[in-house]
């Protein structure tokens, strides 16, 4: 099975500052990545899909890089409503796997 | 729009059974893969189970596998997850998934739209 490591597990950043949160797969699933955002009390929400493709609707100021095994999720200007906990999701092959979640905060 | 409505959730008792159900409109449903997803409190998200557009194949989380059941109704736009020989570690929220594709590749799609979950506690 497929094992997804995200880090940090925790940042804390200001408004306006650019954040990179990433996502390490235990092996290859070439661009098969997607990123969700989840707050409090909601279901998660589809950011970025096939490793870098940005979801409609979503802010282009989410962006997402990365192959094979080591993944990227950067904002490049922090803003209030950004405020969540981001996963990562691998879907080369069943079991689908989730990292276990980045929470940014702000200061 | 896009909606899919969980319900079944509940208090159950250990070694019980819950059978959650996903009511889906917006999209053709019977065109897309769709998925179940639980997070524990304060935990991260966990991938439960699977099925295919076509219903032709159905995939398991091992902590489930043997105990839950997925399955779907196309003729009524519904996905089910029968639940059985609960255990404490399965209390969670169960969230249904709409996948961004059919799924009949055999590969698991990502997930597009997703419910607002139901909350399942298992307890004596």
């Known amino acids: 099975d497929i094992q997804m490591t995200q880090s940090p597990s925790t940042l804390s950043a200001s408004i306006g500052d650019r954040v990179t949160i990433t996502c390490r797969a235990s092996?290859?699933?070439?661009?098969?990545l997607a990123w969700y955002q989840q707050k409090p009390g909601e279901a998660p929400k589809l950011l970025i899909y096939?490793?870098?493709s940005l979801e409609r609707g979503v802010p282009s100021r989410f962006s997402g890089s990365g192959s094979g095994t080591e993944f990227t999720l950067t904002i490049s200007s922090l803003q209030p409503d950004d405020s969540a906990t981001y996963y990562c999701?691998?879907?080369?092959?069943?079991?689908?796997?989730f990292g276990q979640g980045t929470k940014v905060e702000i200061k | 729009e896009v909606q899919l409505l969980e319900s079944g959730g509940g208090l159950a008792q250990p070694g019980g059974s819950l059978r959650l159900s996903c009511a889906a409109s917006?999209?053709?449903?019977?065109?897309?893969?769709m998925t179940w997803v639980r997070q524990a409190p304060g935990k991260e998200l966990e991938w439960v189970s699977g099925?295919?557009?076509?219903?032709?194949?159905?995939y398991y989380a091992d902590c489930v596998k043997g105990r839950f059941t997925i399955s779907r109704d196309n003729s009524k736009n519904t996905l089910y997850l029968q639940m059985s020989s609960l255990r404490a570690e399965d209390t969670a929220m169960y969230y249904c998934?709409?996948?961004?594709?059919?799924?009949?590749?055999?590969?698991?799609?990502?997930?597009?739209?997703w419910g607002q979950g139901t909350l399942v506690t298992v307890s004596s």
């Open positions: 998934a709409k996948g961004y594709s059919s799924g009949l590749t055999g590969s698991p799609p990502d997930f597009d739209f």
């Open positions: 917006g999209f053709t449903f019977s065109n897309y893969a």
């Open positions: 099925i295919r557009s076509d219903a032709g194949s159905t």
């Open positions: 092996q290859s699933i070439s661009g098969w």
């Open positions: 096939k490793a870098s």
């Open positions: 999701q691998q879907y080369k092959s069943y079991p689908v796997a």
